[in-house]
């Protein structure tokens, strides 16, 4: 089928018009869009060649785990770096959109061990090497899905330069920026307090915890005070002989095991005298010093905390400030360890909580439990209670790398949009801690550090050594670290990885820094924050000049998407029965930069049955082009579409219509207000732009008003709409294409090319390389440029009038049920230019408005009014519309005392609810409110109905001013 699409594209003019009559009525994504990807693909559309004499365009994209499957934020994300790429590369740019996927550390290697568990083994079973052979299969055998469906959105990636996160290019570059930093001293290990996932396994930044709110317990214990005066070795009855406690407050009772402390505030007069005691430890016996730190806050609990400095963050900074014993009492698998007393041991730390707490009560320590909603941290891997604990691991000092960040987004060298989220950046970079970035996986790049076990020496380096460098030491006497690096870090390497560094390639020379970053909210901190770190380290500038951050697809209730929800939605399966455009549409149209949006399956078919109006009115078009062949003249130094068709404007204005002048114009502030949208990075609004020209000004209203003349005999004045027709069709389809790809190509396809020089809509070159610009195809025309000789005020406030007059009489008609068939008669009374307007499009008014043309009268503002007719004002323009052969008086009359007596029995309901003091105090207050709106609707309806039955009782004629005078006679 693709084959025979190509045969079509390259037919002559007149055989594409004629081919136009085959077009089927409804347009059908399933048998058109993979025709027209695969055609890209074949002609290689979506690549891009190194060109010093071109402008670069280039965008990375985020790449999705390569577990992953296409959800509702990849698609919003694509469809808007897709949009921009299209755009930027119909505007002439040498625009390159670099692919890719993550190895996605943890998840990944969650996967296969799900996989593995099925068959009743562990990766342990298998041994490292054998487990990374089975996982590098997975990837390979499920790693494209993704990739598959990110082209059945319409991605116009450039496929040939695909990258992976753990190919051998993006790991040289790993292994590179990881040997500079550990050897400009960036890059250190030590004991440190980090996240672990008892789950996985291993340890987690503080950006992969996911904190919710958790229905919990607060703890109440006593420490007996030891006496003041007590020796170093107090024991247990002399701290019992003197009556003395001190409570703590805690949610987790079984990390108590492990405290070294007891801190209160410097400024909580209750325990002033207490700072300096020491109490001891109930079911251990270790002595706590009781000390002062502002940490605390006097407000929670009793004001005095227990400190853990092994399993808190904030312990363990209080513990450093206060020289504090470390123990830890919790290891990695979630489980007591030895350091606990031995009843405790190896005991989860679920289990360990209920025998402490029953211990506690046992002894007289447990004063009272509360109840208590707390947030708790999960891996966001997951979903596993993550528990904090000291661990030895590698870690980025990240200051030295926040400094030059900061900078570079204060001075405007990396702009966010919207603008709002420079703010979060900047305080999350300002206070940001150093980065963990060792984890305890198999999958992932290996951290490049050795071990000599003859002499003890410890080296980074980028390739496997053979020895030891300072002993000479080889085989199993040395080893590598087995931890590999959090999957954030190669992700920060992206934008210059993916363009060949650390190799001084000709593409890191033409496209870095990238023009644009596209990305959610969500990940400023893991991934954004990052890659302007290592951009501005190793590149010596930012990796890219402008990050336009979306926010988050929700359902239609505002609820985010999640699995535990079950509202997810998958994108594969609205484009089976949408197709694409209309889900690239749905998720930009009238969004505005930075917020959320709410998928709403009715906004789908809104889309769709919006590429069925574009379908349409190509299907018209084509029906009514038979033959016709484009007429633009030769300009010197010119060879853009819209310039030449200014000229030609220019020449023929004579031939025009009214409607051809107002809708040339409208195209031409159309295209500079989406340009502009564009540019500004508000998708949203350039979609609402569009969508409202062509529904609305294009459809609806021009080609309407083009019927008589396309209808008409051959002549100059045909002639003429047709070339304005085709002029507007093809451009207008231009600017739709980055939104609308698949439709757009199969329609602009149909459709005539312009004579001579210039081969698309715009002004300047083609819109791909040379290699390229023999390929016939809507993906590479110049995008069309607004020419400010269409406008036309003129044209514009005469159709802006006839348009509001027409829309006027429709409305009335509608309300009256009159028959679309029946011709009415219309009196108009206003200024004199007013009313010439009116005059001088008799065919209009009778076309459009359904008047008939022996009853339509014009009048100054003076003269008489008629009696029994309804009226109402539009554009400053008096219209009375007899009754008497419109409607019949007496079932009109009829209808509408029915519908008055209905809408007074439902008023005086209302009413009553109102008027019952119960109700009112009893009934919520939004139940309230929607009463009290009901009652005014329906008071207001009564008021509309009574004065349309005042007028049919010979009551005529609008009140004073336009507004009045409309709701004055109008139901």
């Known amino acids: 089928m693709a084959e025979e699409s190509m045969e079509t594209t390259t037919a002559t003019s007149a055989g594409r018009s004629q081919e136009a009559f085959g077009l089927p009525k409804a347009y059908d994504p399933r048998e058109i869009e993979p025709r027209w990807y695969d055609f890209w693909l074949r002609e290689r559309l979506f690549s891009a060649e190194v060109d010093p004499n071109r402008e670069p365009f280039s965008m990375v994209i985020p790449p999705p785990n390569v577990t992953g499957q296409l959800h509702m934020g990849h698609a919003l994300d694509n469809t808007m770096q897709d949009i921009l790429v299209r ?108 996240n672990c996932c008892p789950r996985c396994r291993t340890a987690l930044s503080d950006i992969e915890v996911e904190h919710e709110e958790s229905d919990g317990s607060l703890y109440y214990i006593r420490y007996p005070l030891l006496p003041s005066s007590s020796p170093a070795a107090a024991s247990s009855s002399a701290a019992a002989q003197t009556g003395e406690f001190i409570v703590v407050a805690t949610t987790r009772p079984e990390t108590m095991l492990g405290d070294t402390g007891i801190a209160v505030h410097p400024q909580d ?66 489980r007591m360890t030895d350091a606990v007393p031995v009843p405790y041991r190896g005991l989860s730390r679920e289990e360990c909580r209920r025998r402490v707490v029953a211990d506690l009560e046992a002894q007289g320590y447990l004063v009272k439990v509360e109840p208590l909603r707390h947030a708790v941290g999960h891996c966001s891997r997951c979903g596993t209670v993550v528990e904090p604990l000291v661990s030895q691991q590698w870690f980025v000092r990240m200051r030295p790398l926040a400094e030059p960040a900061l900078a570079a987004v204060r001075e405007g060298r990396v702009r966010f949009v919207p603008e709002r989220f420079t703010t979060l950046f900047l305080n999350w970079v300002e206070n940001v801690r150093d980065w963990c970035i060792s984890r305890q996986l198999w999958w992932g790049h290996r951290i490049p550090v050795w071990y000599c076990d003859r002499c003890g020496h410890r080296w980074a380096a980028t390739d496997d050594p053979e020895e030891c460098p300072r002993c000479g030491a080889r085989g199993s006497e040395i080893r590598q670290d087995p931890d590999v690096l959090d999957t954030w870090f190669s992700s920060a390497l992206w934008p210059f990885s993916t363009l060949g560094w650390p190799e001084q390639t000709p593409e890191l020379e033409h496209w870095y820094p990238t023009t644009l970053l596209v990305t959610g909210f969500d990940i400023i901190f893991f991934w954004v924050a990052r890659m302007v770190f290592m951009g501005l380290e190793f590149m010596g500038d930012v990796p890219f000049r402008t990050v336009l951050i979306h926010g988050l697809v929700r359902d239609a209730l505002g609820r985010k998407m999640s699995k535990s929800l079950g509202n997810g939605i998958d994108p594969i399966d609205v484009i089976e029965e949408y197709g694409a455009d209309a889900l690239r549409f749905t998720l930009v149209n009238g969004v505005g930069p930075g917020n959320d949006m709410r998928y709403v399956p009715e ?249 008939d043309p022996e009853g339509v009268e014009m009048h100054d503002t003076g003269a008489a009014r008629p009696h029994q007719a309804l009226a109402v004002v ?98």
């Open 87 to 194: 755009w930027e590369r119909m505007r002439g740019k040498n625009a390159v959109w670099i692919p890719g996927t993550d190895h996605a550390g943890i998840a990944t290697q969650i996967r296969v061990e799900e996989e593995l568990a099925k068959e009743g083994k562990t990766r342990y079973d298998l041994g490292r090497e054998a487990f990374l052979e089975r996982v590098w299969a997975w990837k390979e055998h499920y790693g494209h899905r993704i990739i598959q469906q990110l082209q059945r959105l319409g991605s116009s990636c450039d496929w040939n330069r695909e990258r992976f996160t753990m190919d051998e290019g993006c790991s040289r570059a790993v292994r590179e920026v990881f040997v500079r930093l550990y050897e400009k001293g960036l890059i250190y290990q030590g004991d440190y307090i980090i």
């Open 874 to 971: 539009a554009g400053g323009v008096e219209i009375y519309l007899p009754l008497a052969g419109m409607v019949d008086l007496a079932a009109e009359k009829a209808r509408l005392e029915k519908e008055l007596a209905q809408a007074r029995t439902e008023a005086e309901r209302s009413a009553r609810r109102l008027a019952d003091e119960r109700f009112v105090a009893k009934a919520p207050p939004s139940v309230v409110e929607r009463e009290k709106e009901r009652l005014a609707r329906y008071e207001e309806i009564k008021a509309k109905l009574a004065a349309r039955l005042a007028l049919l009782a010979g009551v005529t004629g609008p009140e004073a001013g336009d507004g009045a005078g409309a709701e004055g006679c109008r139901s």
């Open 269 to 334: 007069e209750r325990y002033r005298g207490l700072v300096g005691r020491r109490a001891l430890l109930p079911l251990v016996g270790r002595e706590l010093p009781v000390f002062a730190d502002e940490y605390v806050d006097p407000e929670f609990g009793t004001g005095a905390v227990k400190v853990t400095p092994a399993h808190d963050p904030n312990d363990f900074d209080m513990g450093r400030r206060h020289a504090l014993e470390m123990v830890k009492v919790i290891d990695e698998d979630a």
């Open 603 to 851: 906004r789908v078919e809104a889309s769709r049955n919006f590429a069925n109006k574009v379908w349409n009115a190509t299907r018209f078009a084509l029906l009514n082009l038979e033959g016709f062949s484009p007429e633009l003249p030769a300009i010197p130094g010119t060879s853009g579409t819209v310039a030449r068709m200014a000229g030609w404007v220019a020449a023929h204005r004579k031939d025009l219509s009214l409607a051809d002048r107002w809708i040339l114009s409208r195209w031409s502030r159309a295209a500079r207000e989406l340009t502009h949208h564009l540019e500004e990075y508000d998708l949203g609004e350039a979609a609402r732009e569009l969508y409202d020209f062509i529904w609305d000004e294009l459809c609806d209203w021009y080609i309407e008003m083009s019927k008589p003349r396309l209808y008409g005999a051959p002549g100059p004045a045909r002639e003429a709409t047709r070339q304005v027709l085709w002029f507007v069709l093809r451009s207008t389809l231009e600017m739709l294409h980055p939104f609308m790809p698949f439709v757009t190509e199969e329609l602009w396809q149909r459709l005539p090319d312009p004579p001579g020089p210039g081969e698309g809509s715009g002004d300047g070159g083609a819109g791909g390389p040379p290699s390229q610009r023999r390929v016939r195809s809507i993906m590479i025309q110049p995008w069309p440029t607004a020419d400010p000789r269409l406008i036309d005020e003129e044209a514009e406030r005469e159709v802006g009038l006839l348009r509001e007059v027409i829309g006027a009489i429709r409305n009335l008609r509608a309300e009256l049920q009159v028959a679309p068939g029946r011709k009415i008669r219309a009196l108009f009374y206003g200024s004199e230019p007013s009313l010439r307007t009116l005059g001088d499009s008799p065919e209009l008014m009778q076309q459009l408005a359904g008047l």
